[in-house]
């Protein structure tokens, strides 16, 4: 049973991709305590639906890199719902096989191209045109503080792909603020996910590079992640489009961290 916090979303459907684990789960999470009606789009079913009996909502399985899936996932939610009214775009991957660029092959760079922004081109193609129809609607797109930084221990087609979405973001939220439509790229820190969780846990020393280099001394936890897209979701973020909305705990604005 999800704990109401408010009804900022009451009513309003809300599309999250990868929404069975992570980010997407902890969304899922707080949307339905908001009020909202919650489609979790996973290519998992057997997590995805749980995740979707959790909240109340429904469950589509989605593989975000078909187009057609995709343009269905939207029409079921309005055909169920009777709108599309919020879509977070958070589906991701970050393999093993994209490193550097000397090192990394063309089909890594394809693949997590594919997953990572060809799929928040797709959503943001077929969610837009509900959202016009209503002249309303916010889209949050998952970037990342690397949109905006670099590493030196590179992963290249994350990055990549990271960048494309935050400025199709800003593209997208300059395009269509006149129609009542707000689209914002979040772009989260290091977080506490099982996707960093396999990144890092069997390395401490790099988990250990990266995380002096954030101010706050710790990792996000998803939570505080699902907070800021259901605030960028939300009417509260009424005067904001087009933005960087970077939820990092300050690694993009350190020079030198404290000690």
Known sequence: MIEVISNRLKGRSAVITGGASGIGLATARRFAAEGAHVVIADLDPTAGQRAADEVGGLYVK?????????????AITNETYGSVDISFNNAGISPADDA????TGIDAWRRVQEVNLTSVFYCCKY????MQAQGKGSIINTASFVAVMGA??????????KGGVLAMSRELGVEFARQGIRINALCPGPVNTPLLK???????????????????????EPEELAAAVAFLASDDSSFIT??????????????VTPE
Request: aromatic share 10%.
């Open 62 to 74: 989605v593989d975000v890199t078909s187009e057609e899936e995709v343009k269905n996932l939207y």
């Open 100 to 103: 550097s660029i000397i090192d």
């Open 127 to 130: 969610a837009l045109p509900y």
């Open 152 to 161: 030196a221990t590179s992963q290249i087609s994350y990055s990549a792909s």
């Open 198 to 220: 396999e990144l890092f846990a069997k390395d401490p020393e790099k988990a250990a590079r990266r995380l002096v280099h954030v101010p706050l001394g710790r990792f996000a």
């Open 242 to 255: 087009a933005s960087t909305f970077l939820v990092d705990g300050g690694i993009s604005g350190a020079y």
